[in-house]
C-alpha cells in the first residue's frame, strides 16, 4: 500500500486525479504503475516485464524503481510492507 508521497503531482494524481503537472502521454503508465504499487506486496510485485524495476541505494537507505519513460522513473522506499515516499525522479 501507498503511505506517503515525496512528489505533490504524483500525491495529487493518486488522491484527485489532478494531472496538471503530469505529461498526458504517460497519465495512464502512471495510473498503472501506482495502482500495481498499491497492491504490491513487496517491492519485487514490481518486477513486472516492461517495468524494468530495480533497486538502488539513495545515500545509506535503499530505493526501488520502475520506469515510467526512458528518462523518468517511479520510486520509493519499502518498509513495513508499503511504499514511502514515491516519487518521479528524472534520471540523469
Given at each position: 500500500?501507498?503511505?506517503s508521497?515525496?512528489?505533490?503531482?504524483?500525491?495529487?494524481?493518486?488522491e484527485s486525479?489532478?494531472?496538471?503537472?503530469?505529461?498526458?502521454?504517460?497519465?495512464?503508465?502512471?495510473?498503472?504503475?501506482?495502482?500495481l504499487?498499491?497492491?504490491?506486496?513487496?517491492?519485487?510485485d514490481?518486477?513486472?516485464?516492461?517495468?524494468?524495476?530495480?533497486?538502488?541505494?539513495?545515500?545509506?537507505?535503499p530505493?526501488?524503481?520502475?520506469?515510467?519513460?526512458?528518462?523518468?522513473?517511479?520510486?520509493?522506499?519499502?518498509?513495513?510492507?508499503?511504499?514511502?515516499?514515491?516519487?518521479?525522479?528524472?534520471?540523469?
Open positions: 500500500m501507498i503511505k508521497f515525496r512528489s505533490t503531482s504524483l500525491q495529487a494524481f493518486w486525479s489532478t494531472v496538471e503537472r503530469i505529461p498526458t502521454d504517460w497519465v495512464k503508465k502512471i495510473e498503472l504503475i501506482l495502482d504499487l498499491d497492491a504490491a506486496e513487496s517491492p519485487e514490481m518486477a513486472i516485464p516492461g517495468l524494468r524495476f530495480h533497486g538502488f541505494a539513495e545515500g545509506t537507505k530505493r526501488f524503481a520502475v520506469m515510467a519513460s526512458k528518462a523518468w522513473r517511479i520510486s520509493f522506499a519499502w518498509k513495513q510492507g508499503n511504499a514511502y515516499d514515491v516519487d518521479l525522479d528524472e534520471i540523469h
